[in-house]
């Protein structure tokens, strides 16, 4: 920096020229520059929010679809609140002549089967036996309908009884299962009023849950 006066070079700080007495003016110092401002740039965070939107949509949907698969493509609810539900459940199976999930929702055991051969049949596992037997009792069903010629809703009129006591032990003896009640359903299958067959179901509440035991047509 010079003198504005001699033009003799100042000592850094200097208040005074040191050749000819002026006075240094002060200085100020240079104020900051203003930065100029800018929005944030958010497209990544949009382009984030999006996939992470498009993400989560597509989890939910693929969840909808097993929960659809798992009820209408083989997934069966075996366990119930009561034993009219139960009953009801049967009823529809055979009603959609679906044996394989009549099988699925039925609990059975090889002492029941020893019982009655004649009517359940023998085979390599209690599964099989039974797998075979409510296929062909759907079948049976099915063709039963066909003969009456009748397409509507199957209407079940049942009578129920729930067994206690003694009745209890003499089924858990002859079923081969610790349940804790049983409950019969005895009555008629019907279409639009006409008969089509009787039918007798077992239920047993085995864990807190009902669940069929079996179901006949005659």
């Not at 999930?101 to 089967?113: I, K, N, V």
Request: glycine share 10%; net charge neutral; hydrophobic share 40%.
């Amino acid at each position: 920096m010079k003198c504005r006066n001699c033009g003799a070079e100042l000592d850094e700080g200097a208040l005074f020229c040191r050749k000819c007495g002026t006075a240094v003016p002060e200085t100020k110092e240079a104020a900051p520059k203003k930065r100029a401002f800018r929005l944030p740039d958010v497209s990544k965070l949009l382009k984030n929010r999006r996939a992470a939107i498009a993400i989560g949509a597509g989890a939910a949907l693929l969840l909808l679809i097993l929960i659809l698969c798992l009820t209408t493509c083989g997934g069966t609810k075996t366990g119930f609140r009561s034993a009219d539900e139960a009953f009801s459940a049967a009823v529809e199976a055979l009603e959609a002549g679906d044996g394989e999930r009549l099988y699925r929702m039925t609990e059975t055991s090889a002492a029941f089967l020893g019982t009655h051969p004649e009517t359940f049949g023998e085979g390599d596992s209690p599964e099989a036996v039974m797998k075979d037997y409510y296929k062909r009792l759907a079948n049976s069903f099915a063709a039963l309908r066909k003969t009456y010629g009748t397409d509507g809703a199957v209407e079940s009129r049942f009578e129920t009884e729930t067994l206690t006591g003694s009745a209890i032990y003499e089924s858990n003896r002859t079923l081969g299962l610790e349940a804790e009640e049983y409950a019969t359903a005895k009555g008629p299958l019907t279409v639009n009023g006409e008969t089509v067959s009787d039918a007798y179901l077992v239920a047993a509440k085995l864990n807190g849950e009902w669940k069929l035991i079996v179901l006949y047509l005659y």
